[in-house]
């Protein structure tokens, strides 16, 4: 037979003369043929060698070829092999239950070589070709997937590099962003052996949550360096001004939203943007929340980012030892913290950097 698709084929019946028939018309297409007695010899056949093809009889004992292309279909690794029904009986009744179950096509002895074979053959050729075409999507989803995360990185890049430029306009010192990173992950994985913590945070947040962290104060890009580097107080025009880098910081990560999985770091670093000044007596700003009503990830980060910015050093002081930074927030942490968490915060503060 010319063009004949090569394969492997399974061929299902509980009497050996058809088998043999149907070994050698199929064996002289130069395919492979494995013959099995009934449905369990055959399933056991194919976790041995995956057929490109079965041919099974209906009526067969111990399972018949109806439950045999059941158990084949649902079955995530053999469900896309083709099944033809093999059959003396030419009921519509028993072809159409075939097709319901699965099967793509029907043959009825007595065997017709030449009618075997050309069907054999189409059915092997649309196997290869959908293989073929799953492949090939396949390989466009990795490649998608791969410039979507090259993508995902590269604004992710320009995120800390701003992010970078406005703590350095902060006179945040140079390692900033790293211990920032750090100390939020420690904290988090702390609050994940917590019973109180363990439903809200995940491996995914704790991951997230250090990437998203140093970017807290990226809307300070948008205020004017005099006023991030006055050593004196602000006035009210100047706080007004100051306070709007939650607002800025937080509009540009938004317009940023691209897909699914970016969107999961976009939106936690939004929160921790927005909300990381407020407080937990509800006397924070941009919006005055309290309580939980503060997302956790803001909470976090205005802990971590507190203790950053005491222990480091300043053009105008000496950055505080540990002692002392965890001092001056014990006398703030009724009005600012979640009592819970700072109670976490003091437990592993010799891991913090």
């Known amino acids: 037979m010319k063009d004949c698709a090569r394969g492997v084929v399974l061929i299902v019946d509980d009497v050996e003369t058809n088998r043999v028939i149907l070994g050698e018309i199929i064996a002289?297409?130069?395919?492979?043929?494995?013959?099995?007695?009934?449905g369990i010899q055959a399933l056991e056949k194919a976790r041995e060698e995956l057929p490109n093809l079965v041919l099974t009889d209906i009526s067969m004992p111990e399972m018949d070829g109806y439950e045999l292309c059941r158990v084949m279909k649902a079955n995530v690794e053999t469900k896309g092999i083709p099944i033809i029904f093999i059959s003396a009986f030419d009921n519509p009744k028993d072809i159409v239950k075939g097709f319901d179950l699965g099967g793509g096509d029907y043959i009825t002895k007595p065997f017709i070589p030449e009618l075997v074979q050309a069907r054999v053959n189409v059915h092997l050729k649309l196997y290869e070709a959908t293989k073929g075409i799953k492949e090939a999507n396949r390989r466009l989803q990795v490649s998608v997937n791969e410039q979507l995360r090259q993508m995902e990185q590269e604004r992710k890049n320009v995120l800390y590099a701003l992010a970078g430029v406005a703590a350095e306009n902060s006179w945040h010192a140079g390692d900033y962003i790293d211990r920032m990173k750090y100390n939020c992950r420690i904290l988090a994985q702390s609050m994940q052996l917590s019973p109180m913590f363990?439903?809200?945070?995940?491996?995914?947040?704790?991951?997230?949550?250090?990437?998203?962290?140093p970017l807290c104060d990226i809307g300070n890009i948008g205020i004017p360096k005099e006023i991030l580097q006055k050593q004196s107080a602000l006035d009210e025009e100047e706080r007004e001004r100051m306070q709007a880098h939650t607002r800025i910081g937080t509009k540009?990560?938004?317009?940023?939203?691209?897909?699914?999985?970016?969107?999961d770091f976009i939106q936690i670093s939004a929160d921790i943007t927005h909300f990381h000044h407020e407080n937990w007596d509800g006397s924070g700003y941009p919006e005055g929340k309290r309580g939980n009503e503060i997302p956790l990830a803001a909470q976090i980060v205005a802990m971590s980012s507190m203790f950053c910015a005491l222990t480091e050093e300043r053009s105008y002081r000496q950055g505080f030892d540990r002692e002392k930074a965890l001092e001056i927030m014990q006398r703030e942490a009724e009005q600012k913290f979640n009592p819970h968490i700072f109670s976490i915060f003091c437990k592993v503060a010799r891991q913090l950097r």
Do not use: H, P, R, W
């Open 28 to 38: 002289d297409m130069g395919c492979k043929t494995v013959l099995a007695e009934n």
């Open 198 to 213: 363990e439903d809200q945070i995940s491996d995914s947040f704790v991951e997230t949550i250090e990437f998203a962290a």
């Open 252 to 263: 540009l990560l938004e317009d940023l939203k691209v897909t699914n999985d970016y969107n």
